[in-house]
């Protein structure tokens, strides 16, 4: 597709479950973000990728969280032991280029909305 | 660390009227600018970029942006307001030197146009 596609769209999981969201970015875009969006609040960084690896991951709040991107395209983000307080919407990005080759400007998708119960 | 402040929840003007959203921010070193809309249920568009050259910037949709340094400040702007554009705008900056690449983002400031 032209844009950024996430899947699933909507998720509902019980407190404890395990989830995975998917981001599949632009094709040719190396660079590929996470970012969590909670009620009334801004994208808050979670990780980022140029190609397969994760550049920078900071923004991880702990290691319930983990994602992945093995063929530098596709990448899933990863929540073990899910608690309420995950409940957000995870929003991803790509970009042509990441670090300081790049200009920033960033495409994002449509999110996942992750409610756990 | 950088960081972005939206000193205002809600921003309310009529339509025809010209409109402000303000924006200041704090990195270290010169700054990339970035304001980006969100629609009900969509996820965020890129409105418009500062990386150099120009104070004044021009994006999408009739918007435009000014980089003021000495108040660390990216006002996003529009000289004549629309209902359609009532929606969620978020600012945010990233460092221009060094090889962090995130973009951190403000609270965001929800624009409500009337008739």
């Known amino acids: 597709g032209a844009g950024v596609s996430q899947t699933p769209s909507n998720k509902v999981t019980e407190k404890g479950k395990y989830v995975e969201l998917r981001c599949d970015p632009i094709s040719g875009h190396t660079a590929l973000y996470w970012y969590r969006q909670s009620l009334g609040q801004g994208p808050e960084f979670l990780i980022y990728f140029q190609g397969t690896g994760a550049a920078d991951d900071s923004g991880l709040p702990n290691d319930r969280f983990f994602a992945v991107r093995p063929e530098g395209s596709v990448s899933t983000l990863k929540i073990q032991r899910t608690e309420r307080g995950d409940s957000a919407v995870y929003l991803c990005?790509?970009?042509?280029?990441?670090?300081?080759?790049?200009?920033?400007?960033?495409?994002f998708g449509e999110g996942s909305r992750l409610t756990v119960l | 660390a950088q960081s972005v402040a939206q000193p205002e929840d809600q921003v309310n003007v009529a339509e025809g009227n010209p409109l402000t959203v303000k924006c200041t921010y704090s990195v270290s070193g010169n700054p990339y600018l970035f304001w980006y809309v969100q629609y009900p249920n969509r996820g965020l568009q890129f409105l418009l970029k500062y990386i150099t050259g120009d104070n004044l910037v021009k994006g999408s949709y009739g918007f435009e942006a000014e980089f003021n340094k000495s108040q660390t400040s990216f006002h996003l702007k529009k000289p004549s307001a629309l209902v359609s554009d009532s929606a969620l705008y978020f600012c945010a900056v990233r460092a221009f030197t060094g090889t962090a690449s995130k973009l951190t983002f403000g609270t965001g400031t929800r624009l409500q146009v009337t008739l």
């Open positions: 990005a790509s970009s042509p280029r990441g670090g300081q080759g790049g200009t920033g400007e960033l495409f």
